[in-house]
């Protein structure tokens, strides 16, 4: 939003419909994404990200401006969205497994150990017509999808939504290192997952 946040907070205490309104209509669409990543279904994400609104209606007098007002409202979200993915039991096992299969990579007897193989280097996609058609953006949806949670959460984040990587791990409750892995390891994920289908 173009307003400042000071300006914003003191029309939110203020009871300003409007600006309630357009911060909501602004951020339910990541805050909504981010629930995702912690809940079951769709539906659990959507009365998570209402619980959130409740919650920064009721704290919002004591919002003591030590971050952006965005990041404090991501961080009740995620808060209310791992309470609910606790609640709901579930459990993701991420393998630990490299996130680039090595084979693709030159071997340690190559003239250029490390670097890609010919027939395996990542593929130059460019912005043809078929990146931006909506079967792809249906690919992209499914290939996010099968990326565990934590992965999920900071690529969209960082890359749908924008968040700068210190917002990602104070909202998420990462160190700047584990943030910077699960960031590699979901892009290479998706690359790999995008190639298989492109190719």
Do not use: K
């Not at 907070?9 to 805050?31: C, I, K, N, T």
């Not at 971050?67 to 404090?72: E, K, N, V």
């Not at 209310?80 to 990579?105: C, I, K, M, N, Q």
């Not at 909202?171 to 995008?194: E, F, I, K």
């Amino acid at each position: 939003m173009p307003i400042a946040d000071p300006e914003l907070v003191q029309r939110l205490r203020e009871g300003d419909e409007q600006a309630f309104a357009e911060v909501v209509r602004a951020w339910s669409p990541a805050m909504l994404r981010v629930a995702r990543a912690h809940v079951r279904t769709h539906a659990t994400a959507e009365e998570v990200v209402q619980e959130a609104w409740l919650a920064v209606l009721r704290g919002l007098d004591g919002f003591a401006a030590r971050a952006s007002l965005r990041t404090w409202v991501f961080t009740i979200l995620v808060n209310a969205a791992r309470r609910r993915g606790r609640a709901e039991a579930r459990h993701v096992v991420e393998l630990g497994r490299p996130s680039v299969a090595p084979e693709r990579f030159r071997g340690e007897d190559d003239e250029y150990p490390g670097h890609w193989r010919d027939e395996a280097a990542p593929v130059e996609w460019g912005p043809e017509s078929e990146v931006l058609a909506a079967e792809f953006r249906g690919l992209l949806e499914r290939a996010l999808a099968e990326l565990p949670d934590r992965q999920r959460a900071v690529v969209e984040l960082r890359d749908v939504h924008g968040f700068a990587a210190e917002e990602v791990c104070a909202l998420l409750d990462l160190t700047p290192a584990n943030q910077r892995v699960l960031l590699h390891r979901a892009r290479s994920r998706l690359r790999g997952l995008l190639e298989a289908v492109i190719a």
